[in-house]
C-alpha cells in the first residue's frame, strides 16, 4: 500500500533502465496539497492541490492511476503476511525468484 514518495520511487525505479517493480499497483495519489487557513479558528483550513508531479516522460501519468508492476502480485494484508501462502513475506520471495531468474541461476523457480 503506496503513495506519495513511495509512488514516485516505483515510477523511478520503473523508468530506470534495468530495473523491475515486483509486487501490487500502486495507490496513484501523488499531487502535492498544501493547507491554506482561510477563516482563523479550528475548521477553517482548506487543502487545495499545489503541484501535480509528472512522470520520467514528462505526462501526468501517476495521479489516480499509479505504478503498475513488471511482475505483479496480489496485495497481502499487513495483519498477515504469511497466512496466503505460508511464506513470511511472499513479495520478497517472488522478487528474490524473478532476480535468480534474470541472472540465470540455476533452480530459479
Known amino acids: 500500500f503506496t503513495s506519495s514518495?513511495?509512488?514516485?520511487?516505483?515510477?523511478?525505479?520503473?523508468?530506470?533502465?534495468g530495473a523491475a517493480v515486483i509486487g501490487a499497483r500502486t495507490w496513484g495519489?501523488?499531487?502535492?496539497?498544501?493547507?491554506?487557513?482561510?477563516?482563523?479558528?479550528?475548521?477553517?483550513?482548506?487543502?487545495?492541490?499545489?503541484?501535480?508531479?509528472?512522470?520520467?516522460?514528462?505526462t501526468a501519468a501517476?495521479?489516480?492511476v499509479g505504478v503498475?508492476?513488471?511482475?505483479?502480485?496480489a496485495?497481502?494484508?499487513?495483519?498477515r503476511p504469511g497466512a496466503a501462502t505460508g511464506s513470511a513475506d511472499p513479495h520478497l520471495d517472488a522478487a528474490i525468484a524473478h532476480l535468480m531468474r534474470q541472472m540465470?541461476?540455476?533452480?530459479?523457480?
Open 5 to 17: 514518495d513511495g509512488e514516485l520511487l516505483a515510477h523511478a525505479c520503473r523508468a530506470a533502465r
Open 29 to 58: 495519489g501523488v499531487l502535492s496539497m498544501e493547507d491554506v487557513e482561510i477563516v482563523s479558528g479550528p475548521g477553517g483550513t482548506l487543502s487545495l492541490p499545489a503541484a501535480q508531479l509528472l512522470a520520467a516522460d514528462g
Open 62 to 64: 501517476l495521479e489516480n
Open 68 to 73: 503498475v508492476p513488471d511482475v505483479p502480485l
Open 75 to 79: 496485495p497481502v494484508p499487513p495483519s
Open 104 to 109: 540465470g541461476l540455476a533452480g530459479a523457480s
